[in-house]
């Protein structure tokens, strides 16, 4: 799961500028008429491009901290493992769009990632307090 959570985060971090508009615009629209949002398609396009970074990286951090329970290393080593690789990723996936036509790094949608990247390691850490508390 983890490995196909990272590809899908690296086939939308690596798409060019027009391609990303589109992939884009064509889930808002999507998500308009499927749930009848009041949102214009450009300002719902807008809020997911902005809330993907906070979905993408903290989805990547919760597979990966549970990737490596079930590997059997430690809570805490789990966690701040996890949350250490996807504060790199958080810069890295940002950095890797400076060359792509229509892309440029953001230091505020890296500070997105960041926060998905906490968000996804407290989560893991969530699932085993409860998962703990369940088998006490």
């Not at 970074?53 to 989805?59: E, F, P, Q, V, Y």
């Not at 810069?91 to 230091?107: D, M, N, T, Y």
């Amino acid at each position: 799961m983890l490995l196909l959570w990272t590809l899908l985060f690296a086939f939308l971090t690596l798409q060019d500028g027009s391609d990303t508009v589109s992939t884009g615009l064509g889930f808002a629209n999507w998500l308009k008429s499927v749930f009848a949002l009041p949102q214009d398609a450009e300002t719902l396009h807008l809020l997911l491009r902005k809330a993907a970074h906070l979905i993408c990286m903290a989805g990547e951090s919760l597979l990966l901290y549970l990737t490596l329970r079930a590997g059997r290393i430690p809570v805490g080593k789990s966690a701040c493992i996890s949350l250490a690789c996807c504060l790199v990723l958080a810069v890295l996936s940002e950095a890797v769009k400076i060359p792509i036509p229509g892309r440029h790094f953001s230091w505020r949608d890296s500070g997105l990632n960041a926060l998905g990247a906490v968000a996804g390691a407290a989560a893991g850490l969530v699932c085993s307090a409860r998962r703990r508390r369940m088998k006490n």
